[in-house]
C-alpha cells in the first residue's frame, strides 16, 4: 500500500441504527484533494443486506457527528455548515433546521420529534465585532472564550430557544427517556484544564428549575438519566475516593442528589463508553481490555459484569443502543477490516449472553485482496522489574520464518491510551500498512502508564515516576523480539505523537540502539511545558505539584525532562509539531531541536502551518512519512528512498 492509497481508503464514522432496526446511516469519508482532507458523506444502509445509498453528496461535506434518527424513523438530522439539516430517510433535498449565529454541535431530538435541542458557543457581540474591525483587538489570555450554551429549536418553525446562561459553559447534556428532564455537564469555561471543575446538573427540557447535584473536584463524563429518572450514570477518571488519575470509571447516583458511587469497586479495565440498558436494570459499556475493547453488561448490584463481545478488535467512539429496536450499532475496527458496522441483540434477560454480533456494512471487503494488509499479534513479555507487558506486532509482508527483518517502534499518545487491534486513530500519521508493505516489523508497546491494563499500571508514573518504568518497558519489548529471531537489532528506529513523543525523545538519551527516530508533538522540558499547554491539571500527579507552589519539585520536572540528558544523544532525530498545537506547543520542539543542533546530532524540525495537536491535512501527513522513511532508509538500511508525490487537483 502507498501512502497515497491509505490517504484514500475510506473511513466511517458514527453509525446510527434506525427505530425499527431495519437500517443503519453513518458518515462515509473519502478523500478529497482539492481540500487536502476527508470529505464526509451521509449514507444509508440496510441491516438485512442489500446495497449502500448515498445519501449526500457533491463538494459540500456533511459534519460526522450529528447525524440522527427522528424518533418516528421518518427524516435523518445530520449536520453541513456549522447548522442542521433534515432531509427524509429515503432520500431527497435536504432542508435547513438551524440558523444559528455559530456553529452548532451535539443534537438530540425530543421524544414527540417536534424539538431538535443543540449546543452553541455564544455569539461575538456588537461591540467586539466593531472592535475586530478596527483592529482594536487585543484580548486577555484565557479569557476570551466563548461559552457553550444550550439551545433548543421547533423543527417546524426554526424558531430557536435558548435554555441555559450565565458564566458557565456547557460541555455535554443528554434529554431523559420522556422528553421532560434534561441533565447537564457544566463547567467554568471551555477550557481543558477546567474540565475537572465542571458538576452536574438538571434541569426541566424547557430550561425552568435549574439545580446542582455533584460538588467535588473530578469531570464528571458522558452524563445519562436512566429510563424511570431516578438515577444518574457518568464516567469519571477517578476512583470511589474521588481521588484524581485513575482508568475511567463507571458512577451512579440518584437524582435526588447524595454521593455516586461505583457500579463495581475495582474494576480492572477502563470504561471508555456507557449507556442505560432499555429496562434500566443494567447499563451497557464499552470496555478497554488493553489491546482490544469489549461491550459488557453492568448488572446494578451485581460484582460481576458480563462480556458480550469477544475479539480482536477496536470499537471507536459512537454507538447506538436503541430500545425500540432491540439492537446496539457500533463500529469492530479489526486487522483486515478497519471499521465496519456490527449490530447486536441488547441482552433482555432471555438471551443469554454472549449474543453474536452480525455485520452490517462491507466498506473493507476487498482491502485484503487489493492490498497487503498486515498480520497483528499479540505479544507480552517481563519488563526490567518482573511486570508483564503487553503490545502489538504487525508483520512484515512476505514474512518467512526464520529471517530477520527491520523494526519501526511505534509509541502511542496519552500516555492513558492503549494502542488496539486494527487501525485506530492516525492511521496516516503511523502509515503502519506502508511500512510493513515495505518489509518492516511495527511493534507497538503499551507501556506503563497505559489505560485498560488496572489503576495500578495507569498510576505507576506518578509522583515522580513518569520515566521510570516507560523506556524499560519498550526496550524489553524489543529484547524479546530479538531473542525471537524476528528483529535485526542493528536496522531499529523509534517514533511517537504526544507522549509517544515524549518517549522516543526521552529513550534517545538513553540509547544509541536507534539508528534513527522521530518525535511528533513531543515535550524536551516538563518546566516550560507545564507553563505552555492547555493541560496542567492531569499532569500535576506525575511529578507531585505543580512547579509554582512553594517548595515545588522542581528537580523532579527537571530530572524527568529528556533536555537535561540531550548531551548524551547520537541519534539522528526528526522532530514535527503543528503551528497551532496547544497541547504540546511548538516550543517544545524547538527547545529539542536548539539542543540536539547544538551538539552535532543530525536532525531537523517540521512545522504544519494550520495544524493543532493532532494533523489532519493530507498533505501535511504525507509530507511527514515522506521525510520519514527516507531518514529511515538512509540511516537504518543504507538506502535511498523516492519520495510519494500527492495528486493534483
Given at each position: 500500500m502507498s501512502l497515497v492509497q491509505l490517504a484514500e481508503l475510506p473511513r466511517l464514522f458514527d453509525p446510527q441504527l434506525s427505530p425499527d432496526g431495519k437500517t443503519v446511516v453513518y458518515m462515509l469519508?473519502?478523500?478529497?484533494?482539492?481540500?487536502?482532507?476527508?470529505?464526509?458523506?451521509?449514507?444509508?444502509?440496510?441491516?438485512?443486506?442489500?446495497?449502500?445509498?448515498?445519501?449526500?453528496?457533491?463538494?459540500?461535506?456533511?459534519?460526522?457527528?450529528?447525524?440522527?434518527?427522528?424518533?418516528?424513523?421518518?427524516?435523518?438530522?445530520?449536520?453541513?455548515?456549522?447548522?442542521l439539516m433534515l432531509m427524509p430517510a429515503a432520500g431527497g433535498e435536504p432542508r435547513v433546521v438551524t440558523k444559528h449565529a455559530t456553529p452548532v454541535s451535539s443534537a438530540a431530538w425530543s421524544p414527540d420529534g417536534a424539538t431538535v435541542y443543540f449546543l452553541a458557543a455564544d455569539a461575538v457581540s456588537p461591540v467586539d465585532r466593531e472592535r475586530d474591525r478596527r483592529k482594536d483587538d487585543v484580548y486577555a489570555f484565557e479569557e476570551n472564550m466563548r461559552l457553550r450554551q444550550l439551545w433548543s429549536v421547533s423543527v417546524a418553525t426554526g424558531v430557536e430557544k435558548q435554555l441555559t446562561a450565565g458564566e458557565l459553559s456547557v460541555a455535554s447534556f443528554r434529554l431523559s427517556r420522556n422528553g421532560r428532564t434534561i441533565?447537564?455537564?457544566?463547567?467554568?469555561?471551555?477550557?481543558?484544564?477546567?474540565?475537572?471543575?465542571?458538576?452536574?446538573?438538571?434541569?426541566?427540557?424547557?430550561?425552568?428549575?435549574?439545580?446542582?447535584?455533584?460538588h467535588n473536584d473530578v469531570e464528571e463524563q458522558q452524563p445519562e438519566l436512566s429510563p424511570d429518572g431516578s438515577q444518574i450514570l457518568f464516567l469519571s477518571d477517578t476512583n470511589e475516593k474521588f481521588e484524581p488519575y485513575y482508568n475511567l470509571n463507571l458512577f451512579v447516583m440518584p437524582t435526588s442528589g447524595g454521593m455516586p458511587k461505583p457500579v463495581v469497586q475495582d474494576f480492572p479495565y477502563a470504561v471508555d463508553q456507557a449507556?442505560?440498558?432499555?429496562?434500566?436494570?443494567?447499563?451497557?459499556?464499552?470496555?478497554?481490555?488493553?489491546?482490544?475493547?469489549?461491550?459488557?453488561?453492568?448488572?446494578?448490584?451485581?460484582?460481576?459484569?458480563?462480556?458480550?463481545?469477544?475479539?480482536?478488535?477496536f470499537i471507536p467512539p459512537g454507538w447506538a443502543v436503541v430500545a425500540s429496536a432491540g439492537k446496539m450499532a457500533f463500529q469492530f475496527d479489526e486487522p483486515t477490516r478497519f471499521g465496519d458496522v456490527w449490530t447486536l441483540p441488547i441482552p433482555d434477560g432471555?438471551?443469554?449472553?454472549?449474543?453474536?454480533?452480525?455485520?452490517?456494512?462491507?466498506?473493507?471487503?476487498?482491502?485484503?485482496?487489493?492490498f497487503a494488509i498486515p498480520r497483528q499479534e499479540k505479544v507480552t513479555w517481563k519488563s526490567a522489574d518482573g511486570a508483564t507487558i503487553e503490545g502489538l506486532l504487525f508483520y512484515p509482508a512476505g514474512y518467512v520464518e526464520g529471517a530477520r527483518y527491520p523494526l519501526v517502534v511505534q509509541m502511542h499518545g496519552g500516555p492513558a491510551e492503549s494502542d488496539k487491534f486494527g487501525a485506530g486513530p492516525g492511521l496516516l500519521l503511523n502509515y503502519f500498512p506502508v511500512l510493513t508493505g515495505k518489509g518492516w516489523f511495527v511493534f507497538r508497546p503499551n507501556y506503563r502508564g497505559s489505560t485498560g491494563y488496572g489503576n495500578a499500571f495507569l498510576r505507576a508514573i506518578l509522583n515522580g515516576g513518569y520515566f521510570r518504568n516507560m523506556p524499560f518497558d519498550v526496550m524489553t519489548g524489543v529484547d524479546a523480539l530479538i531473542r525471537q529471531g524476528l528483529v535485526d537489532p542493528d536496522r531499529m528506529v523509534a517514533m511517537g505523537w504526544s507522549a509517544g513523543g515524549h518517549l522516543t525523545n526521552k529513550l534517545v538519551t538513553m540509547t544509541t540502539r536507534f539508528r534513527v527516530a522521530s518525535a511528533g508533538a513531543s515535550m524536551a522540558n516538563w518546566i516550560s511545558m507545564y507553563s505552555q499547554s492547555d493541560s496542567r491539571d492531569n499532569r500535576t500527579p506525575w511529578f507531585g505539584g505543580t512547579p509554582y507552589q512553594r517548595d515545588a519539585p522542581i528537580a523532579t520536572y527537571w530530572n524527568n525532562s529528556p533536555m537535561k540528558d540531550a548531551a548524551n544523544v547520537r541519534t539522528p532525530t526528526l522532530l514535527f509539531v503543528g503551528e497551532n498545537d496547544t497541547r504540546v506547543p511548538k516550543?517544545?520542539?524547538?527547545?529539542?531541536?536548539?539542543?540536539?543542533?547544538?551538539?552535532?546530532?543530525?536532525?531537523?524540525?517540521?512545522?504544519?502551518?494550520?495544524?493543532?495537536?493532532?494533523?489532519?491535512?493530507?498533505?501535511?501527513?504525507?509530507?511527514?512519512?515522506?521525510?520519514?522513511?527516507?531518514?529511515?532508509?538512509?540511516?537504518?538500511?543504507?538506502?535511498?528512498?523516492?519520495?510519494?508525490?500527492?495528486?493534483?487537483?
Open positions: 469519508g473519502t478523500a478529497d484533494w482539492t481540500a487536502g482532507r476527508l470529505a464526509y458523506h451521509l449514507w444509508r444502509q440496510s441491516t438485512s443486506g442489500g446495497v449502500p445509498v448515498p445519501l449526500t453528496q457533491g463538494s459540500m461535506g456533511d459534519l460526522p457527528g450529528s447525524n440522527r434518527w427522528s424518533p418516528d424513523g421518518s427524516s435523518i438530522l445530520f449536520g453541513r455548515s456549522g447548522q441533565v447537564l455537564e457544566r463547567t467554568p469555561s471551555p477550557l481543558i484544564d477546567d474540565s475537572h471543575k465542571g458538576e452536574l446538573w438538571l434541569m426541566d427540557a424547557g430550561g425552568s428549575n435549574l439545580r446542582e447535584l455533584t449507556t442505560w440498558a432499555p429496562d434500566g436494570k443494567s447499563i451497557l459499556a464499552v470496555v478497554s481490555m488493553g489491546v482490544h475493547t469489549e461491550i459488557f453488561q453492568f448488572e446494578l448490584g451485581s460484582k460481576h459484569p458480563k462480556q458480550l463481545t469477544d475479539g480482536h478488535h432471555r438471551t443469554p449472553p454472549p449474543a453474536v454480533p452480525t455485520r452490517v456494512t462491507s466498506v473493507f471487503d476487498t482491502m485484503t485482496t487489493k516550543e517544545q520542539s524547538i527547545e529539542m531541536y536548539r539542543a540536539l543542533k547544538a551538539n552535532g546530532v543530525p536532525t531537523q524540525l517540521y512545522i504544519a502551518p494550520r495544524e493543532p495537536h493532532q494533523w489532519g491535512e493530507f498533505r501535511h501527513q504525507i509530507f511527514k512519512a515522506n521525510t520519514e522513511m527516507a531518514w529511515f532508509e538512509r540511516y537504518a538500511l543504507g538506502r535511498t528512498y523516492v519520495p510519494e508525490q500527492t495528486p493534483n487537483p
